[in-house]
């Protein structure tokens, strides 16, 4: 009768283990399974959050971009503007480029033969100056204390800094072209019949320009950006609009953003014609 009950307690025991694992296997996965709804109920919130808010910041650039650059043709204080940079851009770099040939050829010829040397000295301050100096504290002394004082008008002041500016630069980079070019193609050139002139115009300079041609092109691009400080001196320009934008619509980041854009774009197309006119002049090479 004791052995009974003694199984009789064991078997309770053994029940009541058996009863806990049940109620724990079927309590402890709900638990489970409700934590892990909340959570993916959280992260779904946190996207449709994150999209309403990717939505919404979307339309507010676009309400911005009408109020700012279409309404009232407000863009076209910025079109306008490109146009007078291209127009300063191309009027400095003819100067750049006559500037700065003229100076090379002074130069090499001073190195070459001994010639000019009160010109060369003429010329190695006016590139010490130029090249020494910011390009915006140039145009400021150009334009306020020359030739604005003259009554000259601020395009023709930024064409002509930017030009000598320009120049300072060609000159060097023409320079290194010529004096690249072998002594044996002066030697050509004199048995040729030709004088020093004529062998310069005819035989050094088109090789050197040749040598040149791609980083002349990147002076170019340089050219085009330091362009943008043109506003300092009262010129309309692309900067000059998006500072006016700024100023009636209280909107600094569409303005400044746009023009950014713009001269990146420009910047890119150039950039890929100097990469495609350094590849046809090496295939020209062989």
């Known amino acids: 009768m004791r052995d009974f009950k003694v199984s009789g307690k064991a078997f309770a025991v053994i029940v009541a283990v058996v009863a806990f694992s049940l109620i724990a296997s079927f309590a402890f996965p709900a638990v489970a399974s409700a934590a892990e709804a909340a ?3 959280e992260s779904a919130g946190f996207f449709v959050e994150l999209k309403d808010g990717i939505v919404e910041g979307f339309n507010d650039l676009k309400q ?3 109020n700012v650059l279409i309404k009232n043709d407000n863009y076209r204080h910025i079109t306008d503007g490109l146009l007078i940079t291209i127009e300063i851009t191309f009027a400095a770099l003819i100067i750049g480029l006559v500037i700065g040939f003229v ?3 002074i130069r090499s010829t001073h190195d070459k033969t001994g010639k000019f040397k009160f010109l060369n000295s003429i010329c190695n301050l006016y590139l010490t100056v130029f090249r020494g100096t910011p390009v915006i504290v140039q145009l400021l002394i150009i334009y306020y204390l020359w030739l604005g004082k003259n009554g000259v008008h601020e395009n ?3 064409i002509i800094a930017f030009g000598v500016n320009s120049g300072a630069y060609v000159a060097e980079i023409v320079r290194s072209g ?3 070019i072998d002594n044996g193609q002066f030697e050509a050139g004199r048995s040729l019949g030709f004088n020093y002139v004529q062998t310069m115009i005819h035989i050094i300079l088109p090789q050197a320009l040749k040598n040149v041609l791609p ?3 990147n002076e170019f691009i340089v050219l085009l950006k330091e362009t943008s400080v043109a506003s300092f001196i009262a010129v309309k320009d692309m900067m000059k609009g ?3 934008l700024v100023g009636f619509t209280y909107n600094m980041n569409i303005p400044y953003i746009t023009v950014a854009l713009i001269y990146l774009v420009m910047v890119l197309v150039l950039q890929k014609g100097v990469s495609l006119l350094e590849r046809r002049l090496r295939n020209s090479d062989h």
């Open 39 to 41: 959570a993916v109920e």
């Open 64 to 66: 911005d971009i009408y």
């Open 103 to 105: 100076v090379a050829i």
């Open 156 to 158: 023709v002041a930024a």
């Open 178 to 180: 010529i004096m690249s």
């Open 215 to 217: 980083t002349l092109a």
């Open 242 to 244: 998006a500072n006016a």
